[in-house]
């Protein structure tokens, strides 16, 4: 997980994986979807590929790229218990603001 961690800390690999997650695509189309050079992102698709967060196979002299989203359910399960605490306490705050309303009719 924490090769996962390290992978999205970066907001050029998050948004490489935003278009994965639309689309397979190459190493050029990405560079061109992106303010990145192409070495740039050859490099974020190293640490993508690294992380599991990406898989890439090979289409003539292409190399294709695709999102490994199985590589995010460890982080998922990580942030599970997170996930409800917000929902808690955004409940609470629900109730209490629709308590405020109420009070004020």
């Keep these: 997980m924490d090769a996962v961690l390290h992978?999205?800390?970066d907001p050029s690999r998050r948004?490489?994986?935003g278009i994965l997650r639309d689309h397979d695509a190459t190493a050029g189309e990405l560079a061109d979807a992106l303010p990145i050079a192409r070495?740039?992102?050859?490099?974020h698709l190293r640490v993508l590929r690294e992380a599991g967060l990406v898989e890439v196979?090979?289409?003539?002299?292409?190399?294709?790229?695709?999102?490994?989203?199985e590589a995010l359910i460890d982080l998922d399960d990580w942030l599970g218990p997170y996930r409800d605490?917000?929902?808690q306490r955004l409940g609470a705050l629900?109730?209490?603001i629709a308590r405020g309303k109420k009070?004020?009719?």
């Design 85 to 87: 605490l917000w929902i």
């Design 15 to 17: 948004a490489v994986l």
């Design 39 to 43: 070495p740039g992102v050859s490099r």
């Design 57 to 69: 196979r090979q289409d003539a002299q292409h190399r294709i790229y695709r999102l490994h989203p």
């Design 7 to 9: 992978a999205l800390a």
């Design 103 to 105: 009070d004020r009719t």
């Design 94 to 96: 629900h109730t209490e």
